[in-house]
């Protein structure tokens, strides 16, 4: 008994020497997971370093230093991690790490290292502090920067694939200060030839041109007062040419085809601006092309492509002078992807010329009938103000939509093209008066006669035939209203349904609360023109939804039928002799406030497989502006 407790302490010993046996002081695998998980914090206090030769460093040394080796990488530290375990040999160590960065566009730069390490006396196990822990070929005094790589922008092509924007000819007018004698009299000269070119340039200031010349500091140097495309120049050469002290520089620019070429749709690629950078810092610095508005800047991502960036190793001299040495590592730029339309070049010349003449905001579309594709979207004055009216007006059609509203009530069985349908100068709806243009009446004639002519109180007085939503229902047959995946902002029409019986009957004729853009009414069209509903499309690669169920035979054919003729003997019989075969349409004037002398003007139609909408804003009757822009447009393509 008495050797019991001697035999328990034995073993109790025997355990606390196998205890002190499986422990052991930190070796450098944990230095090295304290020193990686510092370095991600910042905080480095409370890891111990040596310099190579084995003397002691602060950890605010090597904070500093890491700070100034990471140069503008700094902000970004990399992920850091050890892979494997320290081989350790004697007293010293090696750990393999491996560094990943971050870098601007989401790329990553990641590569391996090593931390050397010793163990002191104290059996405590320091980093040896280095550059080569950031990147081998690191030395004292160096510092990491990027360096990136402008990506090629690219184009917006036209529906035969070729670039719309490509070198043109300009000629850039400038003077010589020393040659002139008259500051003031040369001025006043460029102004006026400026003035005379048609269609008009942008208004271009010389008022400071004076000023220019008097006060130059080489005389003799070159100062630029304006880039004309060449075809413009030579509508003036012989004017400014001889003026004393002008000289002319030929140069290459990237362009449209005009000036005005569907500019409210393309956009414009321009120098980035503060705002553009501030947005996009990642992905937009200065000197880069962004585009603003239309498609170049709907597209914009996929038109500027992706930066590349490189890490360089830059040197700072005594003069603080930054130098670049070797580049560890690149990622090469991608260039933008061209943007495929479906523009047809002469069709929009086309449409641009129709348009030339108007100083009121206007817009021409034309659609292909077979398949939807956008051929020109024109805006007016001079390719408009940037707002593509073409495609996101939202206006009232006026008498155009009684190609709708005939649809409809053809196809209700109600009416036929020979229906005697009474024409009167006024006709009355709870207690609304309602006239047509001119307060002409016809008395009671067919109803293909009242269309042709656009009596507006037969059809006011057919609106009960149409019910609350045939002419919803109308609408929607011929494409309104449609969900359209066009690449850019545009409105396919919102068709008056239900409300009172003068709401009815002002909606029979395009008025009411019916609310059309030029594209949807010229997509109307070319659904009559086909026999079921069309989808627009503007890019290639975004087909359209297909073609929408068919029309009635029994109410398309007269429709088509009265359509031709409202040009042969109705109210765009201007168009009779248009060269290219038959043209189909309707005029229409749209009262767009409580005065009744201000209307739009429309016309709606097509030739062969183009259909088309001209709107002209508070552009009077459609005889006097739309109908002529139409004629102006179907000669310009033949």
């Known amino acids: 008994m ?7 302490l034995a073993g109790l010993a025997l355990v606390a020497a196998g205890l002190a046996g499986c422990s052991s002081d930190p070796g450098p695998d944990d230095a090295v997971d304290g020193f990686l998980s510092a370095w991600k914090s910042g905080d ?28 503008e ?23 393999a790490i491996t560094l990943d960065w971050t870098l601007p566009g989401g790329t990553h730069w990641t590569y391996p290292s090593t931390v050397r390490l010793i163990q002191g006396n104290d059996d405590v196990w320091s980093v040896i502090w280095e550059p080569a822990i950031l990147n081998a070929k690191l030395k004292s005094g160096d510092q990491l920067a990027l360096r990136r790589q402008r990506p090629e922008r690219a184009g917006i092509l036209d529906g035969a694939g070729k670039p719309i924007v490509e070198p043109r000819d300009v000629v850039v007018v400038g003077v010589e200060p020393a040659g002139v004698d008259d500051p003031a009299g040369i001025a006043r000269a460029l102004d006026s030839a400026f003035k005379s070119v048609r269609p008009a340039l942008p208004k271009i200031d010389v008022s400071d041109l004076p000023k220019r010349i008097t006060s130059a500091e080489d005389p003799e140097q070159f100062l630029e007062v304006v ?53 996009r810092p990642d992905e937009v610095a200065a000197g880069d092309l962004v585009g603003h508005g239309g498609l170049q800047g709907a597209l914009d991502k996929q038109l500027r492509g992706t930066p590349g960036v490189s890490v360089v190793i830059a040197n700072k001299g005594p003069d603080g002078e930054v130098t670049d040495g070797e580049e560890l590592w690149r990622s090469e730029a991608k260039p933008g992807t061209p943007v495929k339309t479906t523009l047809d070049v002469s069709v929009q010349n086309a449409a641009d010329t129709a348009l030339a003449g108007l100083k009121q905001r206007s817009a021409l579309v034309a659609v292909r009938v077979s398949d939807g594709a956008v051929l020109a979207a024109a805006n007016g004055p001079d390719g408009g103000s940037g707002e593509n009216l073409a495609f996101t007006a939202q206006v009232p059609p006026g ?12 196809e209700s069985g109600k009416v036929t093209a020979s229906t005697a349908v009474d024409c009167p100068k006024t006709f009355t709806v709870d207690g609304r008066s309602f006239k047509n243009s001119e307060n002409f009446a016809l008395g009671k004639v067919p109803f293909q006669v009242d269309f042709a002519k656009s009596c507006n109180t037969a059809f006011a007085s057919l609106a009960p035939s149409l019910g609350d939503d045939g002419l919803a229902a109308a609408g929607r047959a011929l494409g309104l209203e449609a969900k359209w995946d066009l690449g850019v902002d545009a409105f396919s029409g919102k068709v008056s349904t239900g409300g009172s019986a003068a709401e009815r009957a002002a909606a029979a004729f395009g008025q009411g609360t019916t609310l059309v853009s030029p594209l949807s009414m010229a997509s109307a069209t ?9 989808t627009p499309k503007v890019l290639s690669d975004r087909p359209g939804a297909g073609d929408g169920s068919a029309l009635k035979a ?18 765009a019989t201007a168009l009779k002799d248009v060269p290219g075969g038959a043209v189909s349409g309707k ?18 139609g097509w030739q062969g497989d183009i259909a088309f909408a001209v709107f002209v804003e508070n552009g009077g009757g459609s005889g006097t502006t739309a109908v002529p822009a139409a004629e102006r447009f179907i000669r310009a393509l033949h």
Request: no cysteine; net charge positive; aromatic share 6%.
């Open 399 to 410: 008498s155009t939509f009684k190609v709708v509203s005939g649809y409809g009530l053809l």
């Open 587 to 604: 005029t229409g004037t749209a009262e767009f406030d409580d005065n009744p002398e201000h209307t739009h003007a429309w016309f709606v």
């Open 526 to 534: 070319a659904s009559v023109a086909k026999g079921a509903a069309v």
């Open 227 to 279: 880039s004309l495309r060449r075809d413009a120049y030579l509508q003036i050469r012989s004017k400014i040419q001889p003026l004393e002290g002008t000289r002319f520089r030929e140069e290459k620019r990237d362009l449209a085809p005009t000036r005005a070429f569907a500019r409210a749709l393309l956009g414009s690629a321009d120098p980035a601006l503060k705002e553009d950078i501030d947005k």
């Open 73 to 95: 990488l700094f902000k970004t530290p990399p992920a850091v991690r050890r892979d494997g375990d320290p081989k350790e040999v004697e007293g010293s160590a090696t750990a």
């Open 554 to 571: 029994d109410a398309l054919g007269p429709l088509k039928s009265m359509m031709r003729q409202v040009v042969t003997s109705g109210t």
């Open 2 to 8: 008495t050797r019991r407790p001697t035999a328990l």
């Open 44 to 71: 480095l206090s409370q890891i111990a370093f040596v310099e190579p030769t084995g003397s002691k460093v602060a950890a605010t040394e090597v904070t500093t230093a890491l700070k100034e080796l990471s140069g």
